[in-house]
T-cell receptor, first 117, second 114 residues
Framework: AQTVTQSQPEMSVQEAETVTLSCTYD???????LFWYKQPPSRQMILVIR??????QNATENRFSVNFQKAAKSFSLKISDSQLGDTAMYFC??????????????FGKGTHLIIQP | KAGVTQTPRYLIKTRGQQVTLSCSPI?????VSWYQQTPGQGLQFLFE???????NKGNFPGRFSGRQFSNSRSEMNVSTLELGDSALYLC?????????????FGSGTQLSVL
């Protein structure tokens, strides 16, 4: 079974700083997908960024980028120029490409990120 | 375009009762997934529906069931409620439910079982 581990339950940084959230996963599959989702107090999960395992280039979305190390099974999220609106729970998630249909995402336990003014 | 809508937002039930939660996906989306979120277990996949058919199911007892209608709206039912069923239930939709697709989540239904 796949597992996703987020070792940082909570992090706090000052506004405008750069912060990195860590995530490791375990799978025997070769083709899979990794995601970072954000859950603000409104409870609605929002996709931040996604990475396809067969792509070596790290994904980037504006201030958000990932460091994907396939051999190490590591998928960290870097937030540059952090903003107060980035305060939220961040979940790392994994799904593989086995079979048809949505097998569902496997989520980590989350990191509560607090951006201080 | 309206987002994913879940009703009700909050629900209080007692042990032994049953409950039905509703999810309306984004227009044009045919895949609907359900997740349970608790402080202890985190987010766990319940099941996924596509074109009225359940394609995949997570590791939950048979008390948890669902269905999808021809307009892609989905309902989730939990029978014989237990205290441990207290959770935030999140629904997510996507166009086809492909593994690499972005999921659009609703704001969830907070279920409290007393």
């Amino acid at each position: 079974a796949q597992t996703v581990t987020q070792s940082q339950p909570e992090m706090s940084v000052q506004e405008a700083e750069t912060v990195t959230l860590s995530c490791t996963y375990d799978t025997s599959e070769n083709n899979y997908y990794l995601f970072w989702y954000k859950q603000p107090p409104s409870r609605q999960m929002i996709l931040v960024i996604r990475q396809e395992a067969y792509k070596q280039q790290n994904a980037t979305e504006n201030r958000f980028s990932v460091n994907f190390q396939k051999a190490a099974k590591s998928f960290s999220l870097k937030i540059s120029d952090s903003q107060l609106g980035d305060t939220a729970m961040y979940f790392c998630a994994f799904t593989d490409h086995s079979g048809g249909g949505a097998d569902g995402l496997t989520f980590g336990k989350g990191t509560h990120l607090i951006i201080q003014p | 375009k309206a987002g994913v809508t879940q009703t009700p937002r909050y629900l209080i039930k007692t042990r032994g009762q049953q409950v039905t939660l509703s999810c309306s996906p984004i227009s044009g989306h045919r895949s609907v997934s359900w997740y349970q979120q608790t402080p202890g277990q985190g987010l766990q996949f319940l099941f996924e529906y596509f074109s009225e058919t359940q394609r995949n199911k997570g590791n939950f007892p048979g008390r948890f069931s669902g269905r999808q209608f021809s307009n892609s709206r989905s309902e989730m039912n939990v029978s014989t409620l237990e205290l441990g069923d207290s959770a935030l239930y999140l629904c997510a939709s996507s166009f086809q439910g492909a593994a690499n697709e972005k999921l659009f989540f609703g704001s969830g239904t907070q279920l409290s079982v007393l």
